[in-house]
């Protein structure tokens, strides 16, 4: 092939562009690659984004065929939605190059969509039947379909991804639970010493958080539900036929079995980004829970000699390059890493969020992709965790038993039976002279042996 062979001229209101001939998309996807070498080939676009744009398209077109019958024949309508559906599958996923840092408003995405779903739509037909702006765009504009297909991408992956991946860990942590009723343990605060708790006990706190995470995440979902389609440029709906709003999101609903609807106020969805907001707070709140799960886990099976060691982990690979035997908590590591990346995201989406000027936020493009990078990795985080770790955590009883029994604040048991202050005093001497409670007790006159055995049982105290 020569070089004249290897584009076409494609054009817009600009003027004429050269495009490779072997790519779906046009002028405007063309200008804005060119305009924007901004970590090409690595910081796209997210998927989700691209693939929520072709479910877009597709009920767009089936509502204005409802409504616009005049201009939107059927013969269109079918091929928009076949090569629509196409885009929203993953299948036309090499013809969306553009990266995040785009404009703002995303609109070049929104192009890209446009112009391929038109020359894949006119291939299929085997004629010149779609134009990108006047029928696959036809009752939008970027400004109501940026924001809507975040919000579908956003819904999308925290029912199909984040919270199953949250379940099969909740599921996880409740075997453990039963596994390991019985166990009993010393209970730690500030880092030091606390009263005794059971082990399962301590796991249940682990599922309860993650649980109540899922709760979070389900309420955030409704305002997500809530799309901006039909608000066109700037909330008036200019351009889209009467009843195109709530039509097009019964036919999103109907395409992908979510309860989607429109919003109740235009103006308010093209410019604010609350929902995503709240939203990402619920992501944050689970990573926040994961770290401190993690780090429990990483903690308890520290050692395996100098440290707590009352769990064993899976051993999943060598630890070190010079020290030989060495394995580390490598999955409580990538959870806390997942945890700290998500955290940082959440100040770029808050951030994002709070620049919408009069009718429009255009800070979308980056709020996406840190929101969708943040449901991806807590997805596939968890998984690796509770697979890899969860799923393996074991308790050692025997060590459990020996540190409890050497912890001084089991003489709180000893509370109701001589008192704070003395009991205080016991625990001080145990430590100073490093003997038992029971002979710290005894020393000091407040039990006898025999008084002290009747009172004294730790594995009460749970």
């Not at 840092?101 to 291939?123: D, F, H, K, L, P």
């Not at 994961?290 to 899976?314: F, H, Q, Y």
């Amino acid at each position: 092939m020569n070089r004249s062979e290897q584009y076409r001229v494609e054009h817009d209101s600009m003027g004429e562009v050269r495009v490779p001939a072997d790519r779906y998309w046009g002028a405007q996807t063309e200008r804005s690659r060119v305009n924007f070498p901004i970590g090409a080939g690595i910081e796209t676009m997210p998927r989700e984004i691209t693939h929520a744009f072709g479910l877009l398209k597709r009920a767009a077109a089936r509502a204005n065929r409802a409504l616009l019958p005049e201009r939107m024949s059927e013969e269109k309508c079918a091929a928009i939605e076949r090569a629509a559906a196409e885009v929203a599958a993953g299948e036309l996923d090499a013809h969306f190059p553009l990266v995040v840092w785009q404009t703002g408003s995303g609109t070049q995405s929104n192009m890209n969509a446009n112009e391929v779903i038109a020359r894949r739509a006119n291939e299929l037909a085997g004629k010149a039947l779609c134009h990108p702006n006047d029928d696959v765009n036809m009752s939008q504009s970027s400004n109501d379909t940026f924001p809507s297909a975040m919000h579908i991408a956003a819904a999308l992956i925290l029912e199909d991804r984040v919270l199953p991946a949250a379940e099969e860990l909740i599921a996880v942590l409740r075997e453990l639970e039963t596994m390991h009723a019985g166990v009993v343990k010393s209970g730690r605060t500030h880092l030091q010493d606390a009263v005794p708790i059971a082990f399962s006990q301590e796991i249940s706190g682990w599922r309860s958080s993650i649980e109540r995470d899922c709760g979070m995440i389900r309420l955030a979902l409704g305002p997500l539900y809530e799309l901006a389609l039909g608000g066109t440029a700037v909330g008036t709906g200019l351009n889209a036929p009467k009843g195109f709003a709530e039509l097009a999101a019964r036919e999103l609903s109907a395409l992908t079995g979510r309860p989607f609807v429109t919003a109740e106020n235009k103006f308010h969805a093209l410019t604010s980004r609350d929902e995503l907001v709240f939203a990402h707070g619920a992501l944050k709140a689970l990573a926040a829970d994961l770290m401190k799960l993690a780090n429990d886990v990483r903690w308890l099976a520290s050692g395996p000699r100098c440290g707590l060691g009352e769990i064993t982990i899976p051993a999943n690979e060598p630890g070190s390059s010079i020290m030989p035997g060495k394995v580390n908590p490598t999955q409580c590591e990538q959870v806390t890493m997942v945890a700290v990346q998500v955290m940082g995201n959440d100040a770029a989406v808050g951030i994002a969020a709070s620049q919408g000027n009069f009718e429009l936020n255009v800070f979308l493009p980056v709020l996406a992709y840190n929101f969708l990078q943040s449901a991806r990795l807590l997805s596939d985080s968890m998984r690796a965790f509770t697979k890899n770790c969860a799923a393996g955590i074991r308790a050692d009883p025997e060590k459990m038993r020996q540190n409890l029994r050497s912890s001084l604040m089991l003489v709180t048991a000893l509370n109701p039976h001589i008192g704070y202050e003395n009991a205080a005093k016991t625990a001080k001497l145990a430590y100073r002279e490093n003997i038992s409670l029971k002979e710290a007790c005894v020393r000091l006159g407040f039990l006898t042996p025999e008084r002290f055995d009747e009172v004294f049982h730790p594995e009460n105290m749970i």
